[in-house]
């Protein structure tokens, strides 16, 4: 009681449980013996749950079971088999889709995992298992599959064949001796079919698999920069005619790279990177030729030449600072380099902005700093007179001052008894109204003075 279905990744061996569920096994040995599932797409695959198949249409929605041949539409499905309960514990059990009120037609699945209790409780029946081809059940479960869990290329049964059949075919059913021709073309859809070669690499060197992985390596990159903002666009390239030296000697200038590579061709510009705040050299510098040609003989004869007692490298540039982005969808714009500001007649650099003033400015700033400062000072000060006014009167001495702290300490402690004096007679006319008013009679007419 088994079948073999030959797919497009493999061949699968199913054993049937004919005793447990005998109308699912009928149902479905027949099924193959008309070559009903023959090209039948698993249209539905999701990684370490089932893979589903069975619907002609490839939809889903459709199919029909082997009893509707013999007895009309009436017959499109039949009633599942409740008992015994069969639970999908491991992988590779075979269960035939519940397609509503428990009742069965022509699509199945097969688990991709084990332990799928979700589900015993969606009414499907299990009436088979997987006996050769767990490595198919595998490649399956690799499949790349969309949003829908339709797999990008498709994955089809090819044939369908009986190897053991318990059953006496049914008074009324035609069962072809062969499976017929199928021309794929005939069912060919939107996806990829089995048969694309979708390999990049096939027929190709193993320099050429490095130049195309290489390629696709750098656009990766590039997506990366372009997201985060380093670049205006993936596709922007650095000019090729521009030529990266670096581990340069700090006391190389510009001037002696500009004589020193010129032998190659005419220089556009040469500039020497340096620090923005003290102005020394970074090492490395970019050197402008005005065409391709010159640039590429520099780069193959300079490489590794002393110059001031270093080996300098030299390479492509890479950078694209003289690139500016202009929008989206409008482009990039290059910009030349700006004239250096001459520096020889300042005297004063500002700040961070490196801002260049003359000797006139740095006085004038200078000296309305500190004007404003002893303005600030003055002003301080009568505020400080304003709030204590005894600071403008003459100072005392010293016998002037004892007595008047004497008179101050006098003053202070006739106010502490004035005030403990008021507290206390407070307190004792409070005591004295309460007092009387216990020794006082209740107020009743019965008691009242004459």
């Avoid at 199919?63 to 639970?87: N, T, W």
């Avoid at 022509?106 to 029946?125: C, E, N, P, R, V």
């Avoid at 996806?191 to 027929?203: G, H, S, T, V, W």
Wanted: aromatic share 8%; charged share 35%.
């Amino acid at each position: 009681m088994a079948v073999l279905l030959e797919t497009s990744v493999g061949d699968l061996t199913i054993d049937l449980m004919t005793e447990d569920r005998p109308q699912a096994s009928l149902n479905f040995l027949k099924l193959c013996k008309l070559k009903y599932y023959n090209m039948c797409l698993f249209h539905s695959i999701q990684r370490n749950l089932v893979a589903q198949s069975g619907d002609p249409d490839g939809t889903g929605r459709g199919g029909q079971s082997m009893f509707k041949h013999l007895y009309g539409d009436q017959a499109v499905y039949f009633e599942a088999e409740a008992k015994p309960r069969i639970k999908h514990t491991r992988k590779g059990l075979v269960s035939m889709v519940n397609n509503g009120s428990n009742m069965h037609g022509s699509q199945f699945f097969i688990t991709l995992a084990d332990s799928l209790d979700y589900l015993d409780q969606q009414g499907h029946t299990v009436f088979g298992e997987i006996g050769e081809g767990d490595e198919v059940l595998d490649k399956l479960n690799d499949t790349f599959c969309d949003k829908n869990h339709q797999p990008l290329q498709n994955v089809r049964i090819l044939h369908t064949i009986v190897l053991d059949d318990p059953y006496d075919d049914p008074p009324g059913l035609k069962f072809p001796e062969s499976s017929p021709q199928i021309n794929i073309k005939d069912y060919e859809n939107d996806r990829l079919e089995y048969d694309d070669d979708i390999d990049p690499f096939k027929d190709k060197t193993e320099d050429e698999i490095e130049r195309i992985q290489a390629e696709k390596t750098a656009k990766a990159n590039a997506q990366i920069l372009e997201m985060i903002g380093d670049l205006p666009d993936q596709d922007v390239a650095p000019e090729e005619n521009v030529l990266f030296v670096c581990k340069l000697n700090p006391v190389t200038t510009e001037e002696d790279l500009e004589i020193i590579f010129s032998r190659f061709g005419a220089i556009k510009s040469c500039e020497v990177i340096k620090d923005s705040k003290t102005q020394e050299s970074l090492q490395y510098a970019f050197i402008e030729f005005e065409k391709k040609e010159y640039c590429e003989n520099a780069y193959f004869k300079m490489d590794n030449v002393l110059i001031d007692d270093r080996r300098i490298h030299v390479d492509f540039s890479q950078s694209v600072a003289k690139v500016k982005w202009k929008g989206k969808g409008k482009g990039v714009q290059t910009f030349e380099k700006k004239e250096k500001a001459d520096t020889k007649s300042t005297a004063y650099t500002g700040g961070i902005y490196g801002l260049n003033h003359d000797d006139n400015f740095a006085s004038k700033t200078h000296s309305k700093g500190e004007k404003a400062k002893r303005q600030h000072k003055s002003r301080s000060r009568s505020r400080h007179r304003e709030r204590s006014p005894s600071l403008s009167r003459k100072r005392f001495t010293s016998r002037e001052r004892r007595s008047r702290s004497r008179d101050q300490r006098k003053k202070r402690r006739e106010r502490s008894r004035d005030r403990s004096r008021r507290s206390y007679s407070r307190e004792k006319k409070y005591r004295d109204r309460s007092r009387d008013r216990r020794r006082s009679p209740p107020r009743d007419s019965k008691y009242r003075h004459r």
